[in-house]
């Protein structure tokens, strides 16, 4: 709870970050990031977690675990912890919570080829969409716009959610981490962690934009996510944040 304004009443705060580091997944306050907003996820239900996401309707947070190689749900009062897609899955390295159809996204990779998946939220009606793909990294869906896009080595991708309509955005980025949607304002954003910048566009690949430049500190970044005027970054030890421009 939070103090309201008027000083008089509180409020619940709905508005927090969810981050993961390996063998744990923590929810933070946006507005003090050392208050834990939710339980923090720990062993043994967790052991070397990959990626994250959140569906709101529901209060679920979705990862997947590369070590027991897993993709897995649980409310964020850490009850109904379970498997969605199970121990066959290939190296899942990214997914995303389609909220509005209820699907669920991921990558997996093989020896034989890097695809990007489809199912329910529950797991059923699992399928592949798009394949050929080389080391995909981040991938992020826009379902309010019917459109998919992940990074693939120095490339950056959409595609319709159904995998058609495949489309090369940018090709010469240098290690493009931490993809993330500014929905309000329709703009794709991502990290070159090569350089130590981020960059942003439209969602149709145009106005390609430098707008921040924290070589010492994005040179080690890991994610990005954009809250109203703030852009959060996860560095390999430390959670920072700076206002968007």
């Known amino acids: 709870m939070k103090l309201a304004p008027d000083e008089k009443n509180c409020y619940e705060q709905k508005e927090f970050f969810i981050y993961s580091r390996n063998s744990e997944i923590r929810g933070v306050d946006v507005d003090n990031p050392y208050y834990n907003y939710i339980t923090p996820f720990t062993d043994p239900d967790v052991s070397q977690v990959k990626t994250v996401d959140f569906d709101a309707l529901e209060e679920r947070i979705y990862w997947s675990d590369l070590k027991p190689r897993f993709i897995k749900r649980a409310f964020i009062n850490g009850t109904g912890i379970e498997t969605v897609i199970s121990a066959d899955l290939p190296y899942a390295h990214a997914l995303a919570v389609d909220w509005v159809?209820?699907?669920?996204?991921?990558?997996?990779?093989?020896?034989?080829?890097?695809?990007?998946?489809?199912a329910r939220l529950d797991g059923s009606l699992r399928t592949s969409i798009i394949h050929g793909l080389d080391h995909p990294q981040c991938l992020i869906v826009h379902p309010l716009k019917g459109k998919l896009y992940w990074s693939d080595g120095n490339n950056i991708s959409s595609a319709n959610m159904d995998g058609s309509n495949i489309k090369n955005l940018f090709s010469s980025q240098k290690e493009p981490v931490g993809l993330s949607m500014d929905y309000a304002e329709n703009k794709l954003y991502w990290i070159n962690s090569r350089t130590g910048i981020i960059s942003r566009c439209t969602l149709e690949g145009g106005n390609l934009e430098v707008i921040s430049s924290m070589t010492q500190f994005l040179t080690k970044a890991t994610a990005l996510a954009i809250m109203g005027k703030y852009k959060n970054f996860i560095t390999q030890t430390s959670l920072l944040e700076c206002a968007a421009s």
């Open 101 to 118: 159809s209820r699907n669920i996204y991921w990558t997996s990779s093989d020896l034989e080829e890097a695809q990007i998946n489809v």
